[in-house]
């Protein structure tokens, strides 16, 4: 269990408050949602699943797990950094991740300062970096338990998707809640799944979210940035 002060820490974080940009992107689901693929709380709740267990999601859970067991040898993170900031299928899931990585970077220094977050930002500088990178330095540079984070960490993601669909829809707040508590309950797996991946299961299997992305760069009208 989390202390006090790295349970602060984690809500502070994954907050729709912290200025990350994260309500800004939608990872295709505007896509999905304009061509009728995504319609009611159901088939939100089976975009994000998708997400979480076979896309994106997994694929940063797997990367977090080995970014913050790696956080002490300097060497060693940068390189699963590396990857994780070139483990991302298109140019728009790109931008989600390189730009709120930068920016949790940049606000994270400035409130919750550690010479690990100063020592890797001079080591990327002018280098893209993945949000998972950051998140999972930040949490082992302040103290945040392994498995604790990674649930934070795809709550939060999670959270934001269930947002993003309430908005384009449009779905009323109780909707978006009772998708989010459907959510909530596969989450636990995925972590323990995550625990005790390798780097190799890295990847994703839903290759409709990649389409999803690609057609939201050309799609006519956008509220989202992915």
């Not at 061509?35 to 990367?63: I, K």
């Not at 080995?66 to 002490?72: I, L, Q, S, V, Y």
């Not at 338990?145 to 779905?171: E, I, K, W």
């Amino acid at each position: 269990m989390p202390t006090d002060a790295a349970l602060h820490r984690l809500l502070a974080w994954t907050s729709p408050s912290y200025p990350i940009g994260a309500f800004s992107y939608s990872h295709g689901l505007e896509t999905a949602v304009s061509t009728g693929a995504v319609v009611g709380p159901d088939a939100l709740a089976a975009y994000v699943e998708a997400v979480l267990e076979r896309g994106g999601g997994w694929t940063q859970a797997v990367l977090y797990v080995h970014a913050w067991r790696a956080a002490g040898d300097a060497a060693a993170f940068d390189e699963i950094a590396e990857l994780a900031a070139a483990f991302v299928a298109t140019a728009e899931t790109a931008l989600e991740s390189h730009q709120q990585g930068r920016a949790f970077l940049q606000v994270t220094r400035e409130a919750w300062p550690h010479k690990a977050l100063d020592g890797f930002a001079a080591r990327m500088a002018g280098r893209p970096v993945a949000h998972v990178a950051v998140f999972a330095l930040a949490a082992a540079a302040h103290g945040v338990p392994l498995s604790a984070g990674l649930h934070a960490m795809l709550h939060g993601l999670a959270a934001n998707l269930v947002s993003a669909g309430v908005r384009l829809v449009p779905l009323g707040q109780t909707d978006g809640q009772r998708v989010t508590a459907r959510l909530a309950r596969i989450i636990p797996g995925i972590v323990d799944r995550a625990l005790s991946a390798s780097l190799d299961a890295c990847g994703s299997s839903a290759p409709r979210l990649d389409l999803a992305s690609i057609h939201h760069e050309t799609l006519y009208t956008r509220l989202f940035r992915s």
